[in-house]
């Protein structure tokens, strides 16, 4: 167990994660019925299995790569053998791909003071609702939290932040609806800077009138917020719905591909079947995922552990 994940968070995934390891062992038992050994037919079956698990085509493509290395090697690997081995090979491939990143925790260790966050993702994904959640664990933990409404495209969204904010007890900058996003941002941080906060988030809009408009305003935050730190935003954390599968994999192309994205938020890994598409984004996005949304409620937001990630997958007791 990481030193950052406590049992009740591992419960608490292990419980969300069910649908997932539902599906991804139901199939498993598909692919080895009536089969003693491990051949190239359940190797082909293993390799569509994973695929329509949403693990994604490069990832699949390694994992069984190295399984059949592994076949290769042994002269005879039962089918009894094969969910460990899976195992084995989901966690290699996971941790290899976040290894080289450390994780954001939530006692800040050697983190900038204030912290700046800033939360992009298209509207529905859970950008607000997991600012809310981590306002209220980097309090938990002991942090001033500042909140910065930038999402003033709706008055609903500037309304819930005020909301998590009152809920977490922290601090909420909010010029209402219609103003300047830019202009929240700067604010957030000026206030974050007077008061020695610790850590600030700002959550943002997600659908403009056009990508183009988009882009642009993310930018423009960007600019003002480096006029009182430099290095500021120190993330700018992606959120992706994990709930769409291969669609949370294609919007985090998209996005990546049009503004700086440094870290990845994943939600509703609650009672969806396709959790299958952490292991893809994980493995081969080369951006790390930050923090996981296990449910609605203000604990449901947890550091991303890829060793703890594949223990929910595989978690039989
Ligand atoms: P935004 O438009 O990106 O700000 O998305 P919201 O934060 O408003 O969230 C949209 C919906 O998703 C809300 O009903 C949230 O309660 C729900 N939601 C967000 N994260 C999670 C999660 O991890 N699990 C579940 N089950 N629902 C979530
Ligand atoms: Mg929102």
Redesign the pocket.
């Known amino acids: 167990m990481g030193f950052f994940s406590s049992k009740k968070d591992q419960e608490k995934l292990s419980g969300?994660m069910r649908k997932t390891r539902e599906h991804f062992f139901g199939k498993l038992a598909r692919v080895v019925a009536g089969k003693s050994r491990v051949d190239p037919d359940v190797l082909d079956e293993l390799e569509e299995m994973l695929i329509t698990s949403d693990v994604g085509v490069q990832t699949t493509v390694k994992i069984i790569e190295r399984i059949e290395a592994r076949v290769s090697k042994d002269k005879y690997m039962s089918t009894a053998e094969l969910d460990t081995i899976l195992e084995e090979e989901v966690a290699a491939q996971m941790v290899e791909g976040t290894e080289a990143h450390s994780p954001i925790t939530f006692d800040l260790q050697d983190a900038p003071k204030p912290l700046v966050l800033l939360v992009v993702?298209?509207?529905?994904?859970?950008?607000?609702?997991?600012?809310?959640?981590l306002a209220h664990r980097f309090k938990q933990a002991g942090k001033k939290v500042v909140l910065g409404a930038a999402?003033t495209f709706r008055a609903a969204?500037v309304d819930?932040l005020t909301i998590w904010s009152e809920r977490a007890q922290v601090d909420i900058v909010s010029k209402g609806m219609n103003t300047d996003p830019s202009a929240v941002a700067f604010e957030t941080l000026q206030k974050a800077l007077s008061e020695e906060a610790d850590v600030v988030l700002i959550?943002t809009a997600?659908r403009l009138h056009n990508k183009v408009n988009l882009m642009n305003e993310l930018s423009k935050i960007r600019r003002v917020l480096q006029k009182l730190v430099p290095e500021a935003p120190h993330e700018v954390l992606l959120?992706l719905?994990?709930?769409t599968g291969q669609n949370a994999l294609e919007q985090a192309k998209q996005f990546t591909a049009a503004t700086d994205v440094s870290g990845l938020v994943l939600?509703?890994?609650?009672?969806t079947a396709k959790g299958g598409v952490v292991i893809g984004i994980a493995s081969e996005f080369g951006i790390p995922v930050r923090f996981?949304?296990?449910?609605?409620g203000m604990e449901?937001?947890q550091v991303f552990d890829a060793n703890g990630f594949v223990r929910s997958l595989f978690d039989k007791g």
């Open positions: 969300g993702g298209v509207n529905g994904v859970g950008k607000t609702t997991s600012i809310g959640k999402d969204a819930q959550d997600g959120v719905d994990g709930s939600t509703k890994l609650d009672g996981i949304g296990v449910g609605e449901d937001l």
